[in-house]
């Protein structure tokens, strides 16, 4: 009898685990922090209310922070470090990006991850950027957050950038190669043309018949060989020292491109000063 109950009881277990998988990477569930009070009790509701409902649309995650003090990390280094060792991200590729107000380097840094970085392209990046810094430099810090949310949640509804397909296995973009139907129908005309043309082309220059033609091959086979010799004079050679252009260093304010942070995860994103 006991040995009947616990193989009903495995064979229960069994049964729940099959219907409830246990998901690959749960996210933190605290995605506001308002760390450095630049929201009132109301605009952090709001904020989070649309961390929440962007979550629920696009499956990727969203944090929004705010910081006094950076512990001299630059912004985008902060952010995604932060984003990385408290669990954030949605899948296998921790899939969601970070918004982070930095208060003591003056910065506001979009940092993305997973799918979120395939989706925002570097132009789409700016665009981000040109919505929320008009709110920043007026100390709207709220509504520059939810102009954060709400921009990168439209892109999602628009789609991969054009000419791309996301690869949910490897988390890379391909390039899609296509041809429409108009560029097919100009193609094969031109085609046709060019084939016509060198065809009559060939057949013009090949119709003269044997019987009628005979090429003078005694005036006009006649070898001439002459004899060339170049002597070197003198060389010269000069030197001269081009320096090498020299590079500087300064605050990111746009957005592209890609690094890796503390972890070892790649990331994407764009920040600016206010």
Do not use: C, W
């Amino acid at each position: 009898m006991k040995l009947a109950i616990k193989y009903y009881t495995m064979l229960l277990f069994g049964l729940v685990f099959f219907l409830f998988p246990t998901p690959q990477h749960a996210a933190n569930e605290i995605k506001v922090l308002d760390h450095a009070g630049l929201f009132t009790l109301e605009e952090k509701a709001k904020v989070e209310q649309e961390v929440k409902s962007f979550i629920a649309a696009t499956n990727m995650d969203a944090v929004v922070l705010t910081i006094n003090n950076a512990e001299g990390y630059a912004t985008r280094d902060y952010a995604a470090d932060f984003y990385d060792y408290n669990g954030y991200g949605i899948g296998k590729h921790f899939d969601g990006f970070i918004f982070i107000i930095d208060m003591d380097n003056r910065e506001f840094y979009v940092v993305t991850s997973g799918k979120t970085h395939a989706l925002l392209s570097d132009s789409r990046i700016n665009t981000i950027l040109d919505n929320a810094e008009p709110y920043m430099r007026n100390g709207n810090y709220a509504l520059a957050s939810q102009s954060v949310i709400n921009t990168i949640e439209q892109f999602n509804l628009e789609g991969m950038p054009n000419g791309y397909i996301y690869n949910e296995e490897t988390g890379q973009l391909i390039k899609q190669k296509k041809i429409t139907g108009l560029e097919f129908l100009f193609a094969f005309v031109i085609a046709s043309i060019a084939a016509i043309a060198a065809y009559a082309s060939v057949n013009t220059k090949y119709s003269l018949k044997k019987s009628t033609y005979s090429y003078p091959y005694t005036s006009q086979g006649q070898l001439n060989l002459s004899t060339q010799k170049n002597d070197l004079v003198d060389v010269r050679v000069t030197k001269r020292f081009i320096p090498r252009p020299t590079t500087t260093r300064g605050t990111t304010t746009r957005g592209g491109g890609s690094f890796t942070s503390g972890s070892g995860r790649s990331h994407g994103g764009g920040g600016r000063g206010f």
